[in-house]
Each structure stands twice: as structure tokens, then as C-alpha cells.
């Protein structure tokens, strides 16, 4: 069975500063990790996915993740982040075993930013 | 291109009443999954169609649920008797059948709650 963490419930933040939102994952097989973003009243927009290749993927809106295997970590980070980019932000992987098909969530992190 | 829609986005019955919800994927999509979210905790899947053909339905909760996607375009899923923890925001996303790699691309949910 696969897992998906997400330590931070909410992270507030100051607008132009940079962020950091946490993600571990625990799998026994391979897998696909993805990041969406809910912003209120809307659904689940993917922002970046990890399938193969260069550890670091860019996404959408200037958001960028780092998967690193030996920590079996995905984490998102953005540098200077906006006040529309508050909104609900969930970590999650795609496992092998499910042909690549079934979404394993984490419990989301709520990103607030104040001017 | 329309995105995936889902009605209602509101429905609020009381326990033991019938509620049927809907998912439109978008057009050619041959990958139909749904996912729940009960507040608080992870968005958990539910079960994946490919065409009319249920492919994986190991998160149904039990047989209260009933999924169903006729003709392989749109998909029901009925709850029937509600109980009061079937409350939370029930997705839809859709995907196409060509790669494991493709994108699920979501619908705004429909947010139930049982009294």
C-alpha cells in the first residue's frame, strides 16, 4: 500500500515571500507524483507532475517540486509567491501496481497569503 | 473544450434518503474515476471506469454505493440509503486511455451532507 503525508495543514506566508510546502510519500513499488492545487470554490488543477527524468520539474504560476528518492520526498516551493496563489494544495502519487491509475492523496495543506 | 462538470454541486439529504450524483467527462475521455474527500481527511479514490467497464472499484465503500456509466460517456454514482458518514465532496475526473502518463483532470466536485 502506498502513502502520502502532508505535515503542514496550513502554512501562512507573506506575499512576496518564498514557500515551501512538504510532501513525503511511502511506496514499495514505482511511482508517478503529481501536485494539484483547489482553489476555492473550484476543482483540483494539476500544477506539476513527476514521471521520469530530471529531479526537478517546473509547473505552472512559477511553482517548481524536487523529488529526491532517498528521502522519498516531493516537496513544492515557489520563490515569491502572490496573494492568488492562496488555496489548498495536495501532494499525491500514482503507484504501479494500480497501473499507474489510481491517485493516493495526502490530506492537503492550505497555503495563506497576506499582504 | 469544456473541463469535467459535476451535478449538483450541492446536495443535501437526510440520512436514509437515495442521491444520485453525476459526472460529465470531457469529451473523449475514456478514463471516468471517482474520488471522495470526507472533511478533514485525504481525497480517497472510489473506483475507475474505462468505457462502461469498471476497471477498479476497490474503494467503494460498500453497497450502499452504486456506480454506473452507461454507454461509456457520463457516470452516476447512487448512494442509497445515505448514512450520515457518506458527507463530504465526492470528484470526478477523467483522463484519456492512450498512456499511464495522461493527466486526470478534475471536475468541481458535488459537496453532500447527511442530517
Redesign the interface.
Known amino acids: 500500500a502506498q502513502s502520502v503525508t502532508q505535515l503542514d495543514s496550513q502554512v501562512p506566508v507573506f506575499e512576496e515571500a518564498p514557500v515551501e510546502l512538504r510532501c513525503n510519500y511511502s511506496s514499495s513499488v514505482s511511482v508517478y507524483l503529481f501536485w494539484y492545487v483547489q482553489y476555492p470554490n473550484q476543482g483540483l488543477q494539476l500544477l506539476l507532475k513527476y514521471l521520469s527524468g530530471s529531479t526537478l520539474v517546473k509547473g505552472i504560476n512559477g511553482f517548481e517540486a524536487e523529488f529526491n528518492k532517498s528521502q522519498t520526498s516531493f516537496h513544492l516551493r515557489k520563490p515569491s509567491v502572490h496573494i492568488s496563489d492562496t488555496a489548498e494544495y495536495f501532494c499525491a502519487v500514482r503507484p504501479w501496481d494500480t497501473g499507474f491509475q489510481k491517485l493516493v492523496f495526502g490530506t492537503g495543506t492550505r497555503l495563506l497569503v497576506s499582504p | 473544450e469544456a473541463?469535467?462538470t459535476q451535478f449538483p454541486s450541492h446536495s443535501v439529504i437526510e440520512k436514509g434518503q437515495t442521491v444520485t450524483l453525476r459526472c460529465d467527462p470531457i469529451s473523449g475521455h475514456d478514463?471516468l474515476?471517482w474520488?471522495r474527500r470526507v472533511m478533514?481527511?485525504?481525497?480517497?479514490?472510489l473506483l475507475?471506469f474505462v468505457k462502461e467497464s469498471k476497471?477498479?472499484e476497490s474503494?467503494m465503500p460498500n453497497n450502499r454505493f452504486l456506480a454506473e456509466r452507461t454507454g461509456g460517456t457520463y457516470s452516476t454514482l447512487k448512494v442509497q440509503p445515505a448514512e450520515l458518514e457518506d458527507s463530504g465532496v465526492y470528484?470526478c475526473?477523467s483522463s484519456q486511455l492512450s498512456a499511464?502518463?495522461d493527466?486526470?483532470?478534475?471536475?468541481?466536485?458535488t459537496r453532500l451532507t447527511v442530517l
Open positions: 473541463g469535467v478514463n474515476y474520488y478533514g481527511k485525504e481525497i480517497k479514490f475507475h476497471q477498479d474503494g470528484f475526473a499511464s502518463t493527466t486526470q483532470y478534475f471536475g468541481p466536485g
